[in-house]
């Protein structure tokens, strides 16, 4: 077979093009899977995370909220102010004795000073709170958070006692926020010392009032400058992906409604997208796995393609250097096999032409050597005749020469033995 370049032959072009009909589609799949499947276990963390934040915030509102309508409950007794001093007394004790939210409460005037309070000292302010801020025109203030002497967080809570629409005092309240931070305890997302998750609190001002870390509740640090607490300050709720002290976290926030402040479910993206990794090497595998079977499977088919062909070219080569005895092998009942049995048809018949030829060309060398044979005796016998006539002329005449007719008979000697 002639030489020729390999990328003009047939069998390059032919796996060329099966390769990249088989494995482009399989690969611009693949790519599309890894896209979308790592969107949707990105989304499907986020969610999650987010769902897990709501919760929380919902149940850490709850807690607010009932200590608010106990306060409320006790400020709503229209005889609390009409009673003594030591039933006003046995009222709020009664109060923070059944429930263990409260750390302290206290009934004041309408210039904030106490008359009433469940302190052991019982030793009562004669001067207005500053620690608290009377509502006004509202109908509660919560105070920021503060940690108390013991090193747990408290909020005070602030009613108005309204008697006949009219405010008449105030009730306050510690309450007591150890379960706030239990429950942001509580919270793990995935498994502790491989980047598990946790849930803080952070108040309105951007500092932290609830973290699995102590130490950093309790040195107030400040998130109002960090990504997170950026977005905490301008977006109400949502999900974030930042790069933080201990690298990249996704994190999703939400309001707890009425106070102001903010939960935040964290989780280090190595962990939370740990399966979208997986996944993405089980695609990246799959998508290999799935290229070398299509390069293979094109090997053989180009190969079961070409061969024939290259079969039919090399038969047709030695039909053209007159070896028409050979055939053309192409196994099978395709076109190809029917066009190399048209060839060893087509050969054999040529061959047997060639013979026919051959047999002809054989006839017509005998005829002309016939003919040339023919030629050459029949000049030496017109000759032998010519003179064997004259010889007997010759010897008819009764005065003929000796010399002469032995002349001729040498002659006609000569002709014989030529």
Do not use: C
């Not at 850490?60 to 306060?71: H, K, M, P, W």
């Not at 400020?75 to 007394?89: G, K």
């Not at 040529?350 to 023919?374: D, N, P, V």
């Amino acid at each position: 077979m002639a030489s020729m370049p390999l990328r003009e032959r047939l069998w390059p072009r032919l796996l060329l093009s099966h390769i990249s009909l088989a494995t482009i589609p399989v690969l611009i799949v693949g790519l599309l899977l890894l896209t979308t499947a790592r969107q949707s276990i990105e989304d499907t963390v986020a969610d999650g995370n987010f769902e897990v934040a709501k919760r929380a915030s919902n149940e850490i509102r709850l807690y607010i909220e009932q200590a608010q309508n106990i306060i409320r409950q006790v400020a709503d007794n229209m005889d609390m102010l009409d009673a003594t001093e030591i039933e006003r007394q046995k009222i709020i004790e009664n109060v923070v004795v059944r429930h263990e939210l409260f750390r302290e409460l206290a009934v004041l005037d309408l210039e904030g000073r106490e008359e009433s309070t469940t302190r052991l000292d019982g030793f009562l302010q004669s001067h207005p709170r500053e620690d608290i801020e009377l509502p006004q025109d509202i109908e509660v203030t919560i105070s920021p958070v503060y940690i108390a002497d013991d090193g747990l967080p408290m909020v005070s809570i602030t009613l108005p006692i309204r008697r006949f629409n009219e405010v008449t005092g105030y009730v306050t309240a510690r309450v007591n926020l150890k379960d706030m931070w239990e429950l942001v305890d509580s919270v793990q997302l995935g498994r502790r010392g491989q980047g598990f998750g946790y849930a803080y609190v952070v108040s309105s001002t951007g500092r932290l009032i609830a973290h699995p870390e102590r130490e950093r509740v309790y040195r107030q640090e400040d998130l109002s400058s960090t990504a997170i607490g950026k977005a905490l300050q301008t977006e109400k709720s949502g999900t974030l992906i930042y790069s933080g002290e201990h690298g990249e976290v996704v994190a999703a926030f939400t309001p707890i409604d009425l106070m102001g402040w903010k939960v935040v479910i964290e989780q280090p993206t190595a962990e939370a997208f740990a399966r979208s990794r997986e996944m993405k090497w089980e695609i990246s595998i799959l998508m290999i796995v799935s290229a070398v079977a299509a390069s293979l499977i094109g090997i053989l088919v180009v190969k079961k393609i070409a061969h024939p062909i290259y079969e039919l070219v090399r038969g047709t080569q030695l039909f053209a250097q007159g070896q028409l005895k050979r055939t053309i092998d192409v196994p099978g009942s395709g076109e190809l096999t029917m066009l190399a049995d048209e060839f060893n048809n087509m050969a054999m018949n040529l061959l047997e032409k060639e013979k026919q030829l051959q047999r002809a060309e054989r006839l017509a060398t005998l005829s002309k050597f016939a003919s040339i044979l023919s030629h050459e005796i029949r000049n030496p016998l017109n000759s032998m005749v010519i003179n064997l006539q004259i010889l007997k002329r010759d010897m008819d005449k009764p005065n003929g020469v000796s010399d002469k007719r032995d002349k001729y008979y040498d002659r006609v000697m000569s002709e014989i033995w030529r």
